[in-house]
């Protein structure tokens, strides 16, 4: 039974880190920028929900739509002031601006709360557990997290092949030029596309601040965690950040089994091993 239970703590784990990736994807899809800030982005917004529930008081549900409204506005005005001047044929310079980004978010964060490591409340939601079979169950904190991937990404797929915003994304994404010769607003489908990406990073700050501690310096370790997920399952592809985060969580869950020194260890492995067999990921986007 051992075995079993590793494979439910890797996939559960792989909800986690698919929702890491989420975003990071989304605006690679659309906009063909690896943002280096975007761990810094998510303990941003981990912090955020963290302030609105103790300064605020805001219940947790209440402070989680709060933020990710702030971060919707504050991705549409960092793509409209910062991230536009910088877009080009030339993927230098979109690079070191989100660098340099990161160095700032994690900083501010250091001087706004200290280094001290922080968590969000969730009350018994944290240590409830739900029975799957006798004598097996899993926690209701990573089901959750496993649950609201899953969603997340059929949300965002229902979004990008059912609405005229989705056309408009799928369009930019192809061409640029020709997507403007139609009448496509780039600037606002950028910012858009960022917005969105931040706004669905809140949903990954909650399910890791819940699950486990964080302070300012760990941010590129989850930009590694969600860039690590996007490549094995395949650039482009939605489902296929929902696949590699799973891999991505077995990888570690199996090695961990083995050995807990393996356990990060294993994922990075399996990162290059995938990145060796199939450059493009498992399962990449369809270009049509």
Same mark, same amino acid.
């Given at each position: 039974?051992?075995g079993?239970?590793t494979i439910i703590e890797g996939v559960?784990l792989?909800g986690?880190y698919?929702l890491f990736?989420?975003?990071l994807s989304?605006?690679?899809g659309?906009?063909?920028?690896?943002?280096?800030a975007?761990?810094?982005?998510?303990l941003? @917004?981990a912090?955020?929900?963290?302030s609105?529930?103790?300064?605020?008081?805001?219940p947790?549900?209440a @402070?989680?739509l709060?933020v990710?409204?702030?971060m919707?506005?504050?991705?549409?005005?960092l793509?409209?002031?910062?991230l536009?001047r910088?877009?080009?044929d030339d993927i230098?310079?979109?690079?070191?601006?989100?660098?340099g980004l990161?160095i700032?978010i994690q900083?501010g964060?250091l001087?706004?709360?200290?280094?001290d490591?922080r968590r969000?409340? @969730?009350?018994?939601?944290?240590?409830?557990?739900?029975?799957?079979?006798?004598?097996?169950?899993v926690?209701?904190?990573?089901?959750?997290?496993?649950?609201?991937a899953?969603?997340?990404?059929a949300?965002?797929q229902?979004?990008?092949y059912r609405t005229?915003?989705?056309?408009?994304?799928?369009?930019?994404?192809?061409n640029?030029a020709?997507?403007q010769?139609?009448g496509?607003?780039?600037?606002?489908v950028?910012?858009?596309a960022?917005?969105?990406?931040?706004?669905?990073?809140?949903?990954a700050?909650?399910?890791?601040?819940?699950?486990a501690?964080f302070d300012p310096?760990i941010?590129?370790?989850?930009?590694?965690?969600?860039f690590?997920?996007v490549?094995i399952?395949?650039?482009?592809?939605l489902?296929?950040?929902?696949?590699?985060?799973?891999v991505?969580g077995?990888a570690? @869950?199996?090695g961990?089994r083995?050995?807990p020194?393996?356990q990060?260890?294993?994922g990075?492995?399996?990162?290059?091993?995938?990145?060796?067999?199939r450059p493009?990921g498992l399962f990449p986007a369809?270009?049509?």
């Open positions: 039974m051992s079993f239970d559960l792989g986690v698919a990736a989420l975003g989304l605006i690679f659309i906009m063909r920028l690896v943002n280096l975007h761990g810094d982005l998510i941003l @917004a912090y955020l929900v963290l609105a529930t103790t300064a605020l008081g805001l947790l549900a @402070a989680s709060l990710v409204a702030t919707f506005v504050l991705g549409f005005v793509q409209r002031l910062v536009e910088v877009l080009g230098l310079p979109p690079l070191l601006v989100t660098f990161s700032v900083n964060l001087l706004g709360y200290g280094a490591s969000l409340q @969730a009350g018994a939601f944290e240590s409830s557990s739900v029975t799957l079979a006798p004598g097996l169950s926690g209701l904190a990573p089901l959750t997290a496993l649950v609201t899953i969603a997340a990404v949300l965002l229902l979004i990008f005229s915003l989705g056309r408009a994304f799928r369009a930019t994404a192809d640029p020709i997507a010769l139609m496509v607003n780039e600037r606002n950028y910012a858009i960022v917005g969105l990406s931040l706004a669905v990073s809140v949903i700050a909650i399910v890791f601040g819940i699950r501690s310096s941010g590129p370790a989850r930009l590694l965690y969600a690590e997920a490549i399952g395949g650039l482009g592809s489902w296929g950040t929902l696949a590699g985060g799973i991505l077995l570690q @869950a199996i961990g083995i050995n020194e393996w990060i260890l294993a990075h492995l399996t990162f290059l091993a995938v990145l060796m067999v493009r369809r270009r049509t």
